[in-house]
C-alpha cells in the first residue's frame, strides 16, 4: 500500500529542506520515513525536513527533523524558510509570527525580498542548559581545552535551543571539518551530541564558517550556528555586536546590541520546487 506525498523544497542560504503542510493535510508517521526522504540518492534529499504543524502556544509550531532520523530542537535557516513557505502558501498573512520549536518560541519577521529576520532569542551560557559537561556554573564555557582522541583544541559552547561548539581555526578552507566535526558532534562532554562550528576571523565584523551540523553531516550553512558563532565572538572581544557571517551557502547579518538583549538574524529563504513522491507503507 502506498500514498503520494507532496512537499516543497526550499533552502537558506544554501541549507537545504524538505517542507510538508501538516495542517491542511495528515501526514504519515515520521519516524521512519524521515530518512529515507531526506536520501540524495533514494529519495528527495535535504539536510531537515521541516514539518508545518498547529499550535496551541504561538502561530504554528515547527518539527525538525534531521537526515539520520533524529529530531532537533531549533533550525536558524530553516525558521527563515519555514515563514517564506506559511507566508507564501496563504496560511498566514502577518509580516511577523510566533513559531513554536522544541528550543522554544521563535519570532521569523518578513524582512522584504525573501529575506527574513528572525529573533533568536537570548543564548544560553550555563553549560547545564547548553547541555555541556565542560564549564560549571553560569559559565559562559569559552577557549576550554577539549581532548579528541588525544588531540588537545579550544573549544566554546552555546546553546541557541540547540547545542554548539565553537572552535576557531586560521583557515575555514583548511579546516578538518569532515574529520573533526563527528568526533566532537559525538564527544562525551556533550551529552544531546552537538552541532560544531569551525570559525576564521576576517575583520571584527566579517567571519567566515563552516559547520558539521548534528545528525546532518557538513551542510551549507547553519543559522542558529552563526548565531552562537556570533555570542562566542562578542564574549572574545574580537567581534563588533553588528557583523556579517559568511557560510558556504550565502551570508547572514547578526546583531547582539547587549549581552541581556536577543539576538537578531537576516538572511535569505527561497523555495526550489515543489513535487510529489510514492510513499510505501504509510
Not at 537545504?16 to 529515507?36: C, F, M, Q, S, W
Not at 572552535?167 to 566532537?184: D, Q, W
Amino acid at each position: 500500500m502506498s500514498r503520494t506525498l507532496c512537499f516543497t523544497k526550499m533552502h537558506g542560504a544554501g541549507n537545504d529542506y524538505i517542507v510538508l503542510d501538516g495542517v491542511r493535510g495528515t501526514l504519515p508517521p515520521l519516524e521512519k520515513l524521515a530518512k529515507r526522504l531526506a536520501d540524495r540518492n533514494f529519495g528527495i534529499g535535504c539536510d531537515q525536513i521541516l514539518v508545518v504543524r498547529p499550535s496551541t502556544q504561538a502561530d504554528f509550531r515547527m518539527e525538525i527533523w534531521n537526515a539520520d532520523g533524529s529530531q532537533v530542537e531549533m533550525c536558524g535557516n530553516g525558521i527563515r524558510a519555514f515563514f517564506k513557505y506559511v507566508r507564501d502558501r496563504g496560511l498566514t498573512t502577518k509580516d511577523e509570527i510566533r513559531v513554536e520549536t522544541l528550543g522554544g518560541i521563535v519570532r521569523p519577521r518578513w524582512a522584504g525580498n525573501d529575506l527574513v529576520t528572525v529573533d533568536m532569542g537570548l543564548p544560553v551560557l550555563a553549560p547545564a542548559k547548553i547541555p555541556t559537561r565542560l564549564g560549571s556554573g553560569d559559565g559562559p564555557v569559552l577557549d576550554v581545552p577539549l581532548d579528541v582522541d588525544g588531540e588537545r583544541v579550544l573549544v566554546s559552547s552555546v546553546s541557541m535551543g540547540n547545542p554548539h561548539c565553537v572552535l576557531f581555526v586560521p583557515s575555514v578552507a583548511l579546516a578538518p571539518v569532515r574529520e573533526l566535526g563527528p568526533r566532537i558532534e559525538h564527544h562525551a562532554a556533550f551529552p544531546n551530541r552537538v552541532n560544531v562550528e569551525f570559525v576564521e576571523i576576517v575583520s571584527r565584523s566579517l567571519l567566515r564558517q563552516r559547520t558539521w551540523e548534528r545528525g546532518a553531516g557538513e551542510t551549507l550553512a547553519c543559522g542558529s550556528g552563526a548565531c552562537a558563532v556570533a555570542v562566542v565572538a562578542i564574549l572574545r572581544g574580537v567581534a563588533e555586536r553588528s557583523l556579517t557571517i559568511a557560510l558556504r551557502g550565502g551570508e547572514l547579518q547578526l546583531s547582539w546590541p547587549a549581552t541581556d538583549a536577543p539576538i537578531s538574524m537576516t538572511g535569505p529563504a527561497a523555495e526550489v520546487f515543489t513535487g510529489q513522491i510514492a510513499v510505501e507503507g504509510a
